[in-house]
């Protein structure tokens, strides 16, 4: 489903400059379940954000199916992250006027669909994670736990092919986060949506399919779970 080819990234120029990423290459299997962990500042962030088109790479390449990510514009790319992708991010992201619904709404609405169909779909989505009750909750008046399932719920509205995960579980307490996983987990069984999750959390790393190890830019492992 994806193929990651010698990709390379640099931030900064001079002696400033910090290789964050040195000729990264592996692949992606459509379904799969991959936990990307490592030390702070390893390049696990920078390497969700390439793979998802949000930053551009210096070198190699980045194959969608058939399609070149690293070819395409930032129109280009902003579309595909539209209508192939979903992201879930530690601190949620989400508008605070706007209720539970209409946050899940955001991204269906901005692929110009019907506002009466896109609520209907996400108020379908809120009931997926648990929160059927909370549609017309705003931000401030949930948990973080809820928060995290509004987003969630934000990410699957659109049925994405790939769900992008930043440390979804950083900001919450250790029960509330095993829901995260589990909930997580149940969606991709039933979904088939490849999920690639950035963790420091040793129990969501466990429970991936397979863990991606990174440190100083590079992978040192690729496989089972071997320890975050």
């Known amino acids: 489903m994806i193929r990651v080819e010698g990709i390379s990234k640099t931030f900064g120029q001079g002696g400033a400059a910090t290789r964050a990423l040195k000729q990264v290459s592996f692949g992606i299997a459509k ?79 901005a692929r110009g669909v019907r506002q009466s169909e896109a609520k209907r779909k996400a108020l379908d989505a809120l009931d997926r994670v648990g929160l059927p009750d909370k549609r017309n909750r705003y931000p401030a008046e949930l948990s973080g736990g809820q928060n995290q399932r509004v987003a969630i719920a934000r990410a699957i509205v659109g049925k994405p092919d790939m769900i992008w995960a930043d440390e979804p579980t950083g900001a919450l307490d250790s029960e509330t986060a095993k829901q995260i996983v589990g909930l997580l987990d149940m969606l991709n069984k039933h979904d088939g949506t490849t999920i690639v999750t950035v963790t420091h959390d040793p129990d969501v790393a466990a429970q991936s399919g397979r863990t991606i190890k990174m440190a100083s830019g590079r992978i040192i492992h690729d496989g089972v779970f071997a320890g975050c």
């Open 31 to 109: 379904g799969e379940t991959i936990a990307v962990t490592g030390p702070s500042g390893c390049g696990k962030t920078t390497l969700l954000h390439i793979l998802a088109g949000i930053e551009s790479l210096d070198e190699g390449e980045i194959w969608i199916g058939d399609t070149a990510l690293h070819k395409l514009n930032e129109k280009d790319r902003s579309q595909l992250r539209l209508e192939r992708m979903g992201f879930v991010f530690q601190s949620y992201h989400l508008v605070p006027v706007l209720t539970a619904w209409e946050n899940i709404a955001l991204p269906l609405i």
